[in-house]
């Protein structure tokens, strides 16, 4: 199952700071990274504003997730979970 997370900056983010110069930040990419190997995630990267970020990830549920998403180094410090939904597709033009 897809679902969509909605995640915010937690209370060390640094909005002064580009992503990359944040504390914590190679860990926290190392972790990503490893869950995109993993085929966790699928797609994930920041909005606009910079303070939420979007994950399409593959899991079989909400739980699932947020034991997953718990393990990251930035967990509650510089992002946490806003929301989580299941997403239904319908249109995929993605060419395999």
């Keep these: ?4 997370v909605l995640r915010r ?5 640094d909005a002064s700071r580009p992503m990359e110069e944040q504390s914590g930040w190679p860990e926290h990419a ?8 993993a085929g966790f995630v699928i797609l994930g990267g920041p909005l606009d504003d910079e303070h ?3 994950h399409v990830v593959e ?4 739980d699932a997730i947020r034991a997953t998403l718990a393990r990251d180094p930035w967990h509650q410090t510089h992002l946490r979970i806003d929301t989580i939904d299941a997403w239904t597709i319908r249109l995929d033009g993605r060419r395999g």
């Design 9 to 13: 900056s937690g209370p060390a983010w």
């Design 59 to 62: 899991a079989d549920s909400e």
């Design 30 to 37: 190392s972790f990503m990274n490893g869950l995109v190997d």
């Design 52 to 54: 939420r970020v979007v």
């Design 1 to 4: 199952m897809f679902l969509v």
